[in-house]
T-cell receptor, first 114, second 108 residues
Framework: EAGVAQSPRYKIIEKRQSVAFWCNPI?????LYWYQQILGQGPKLLIQ????????DSQLPKDRFSAERLKGVDSTLKIQPAKLEDSAVYLC????????????FGPGTRLTVL | KNEVEQSPQNLTAQEGEFITINCSYS?????LHWLQQHPGGGIVSLFM???GKKKHGRLIATINIQEKHSSLHITASHPRDSAVYICAVEGNTDKLIFGTGTRLQVFP
């Protein structure tokens, strides 16, 4: 069974530039999560999708971050414009269930904002 | 105070040692996860448990719901076990609440 795919794996941009990350969850998984993990900290949930609807985006900085999950499969996370403090690993995860259950994580995208 | 606390924050061990990582939480939970994160960011789910004990190879996870405490044990540790181990709990909102992780280094 293929795992959660993310791209790119690494990205370096200058502040005020835009960036987009892509995630392809495990086939059949209804729930998709985007996490931000700053160095030395645990992951922080940015947004949770259930199929193509948003379940929780309470910690998403909506002035600069946006995410979508068209057709309830792939998802993209965008930052526009980026700030220095956005430097982090962005993790995508998916789970089969709509409530609780084991989450499968992708390899992450390491973003460096200069 | 964080809702999920892990100890120790950093741990070094010699190959072959028995390792214990602890996790305490302060919220009601439906499940607790132990995750392993290698350098480079990828996270692997090791265990999901809501009661008792689970074993997989050299890894053992236990949880005490009454005491709101879980432990992850590694028997006969190996340098390839070097990673960050993260405890995460599923609270009543179905959101995962993460600990800050325990960085383990096992030396040959």
């Amino acid at each position: 069974e293929a795992g959660v795919a993310q791209s790119p794996r690494y990205k370096i941009i200058e502040k005020r530039q835009s960036v987009a990350f892509w995630c392809n969850p495990i086939s059949g998984h209804a729930t998709l999560y985007w996490y931000q993990q700053i160095l030395g900290q645990g992951p922080k949930l940015l947004i949770q999708f259930q199929n193509n609807g948003v379940v929780d985006d309470s910690q998403l900085p909506k002035d600069r971050f946006s995410a979508e999950r068209l057709k309830g499969v792939d998802s993209t996370l965008k930052i526009q414009p980026a700030k220095l403090e956005d430097s982090a690993v962005y993790l995508c995860a998916s789970s089969f269930g709509l409530t609780w259950g084991e989450q499968f994580f992708g390899p992450g995208t390491r973003l460096t904002v200069l | 105070k964080n809702e999920v606390e892990q100890s120790p924050q950093n741990l070094t061990a010699q190959e072959g040692e028995f390792i214990t990582i602890n996790c305490s939480y302060s919220v009601g939970i439906s499940a607790l996860h132990w995750l392993q994160q290698h350098p480079g960011g990828g996270i692997v789910s090791l265990f999901m448990l809501s009661s008792g004990k689970k074993k997989h190879g050299r890894l053992i996870a236990t949880i005490n719901i009454q005491e709101k405490h879980s432990s992850l044990h590694i028997t006969a540790s190996h340098p390839r076990d070097s990673a960050v181990y993260i405890c995460a709990v599923e609270g009543n909102t179905d959101k995962l609440i993460f600990g800050t992780g325990t960085r383990l280094q096992v030396f040959p």
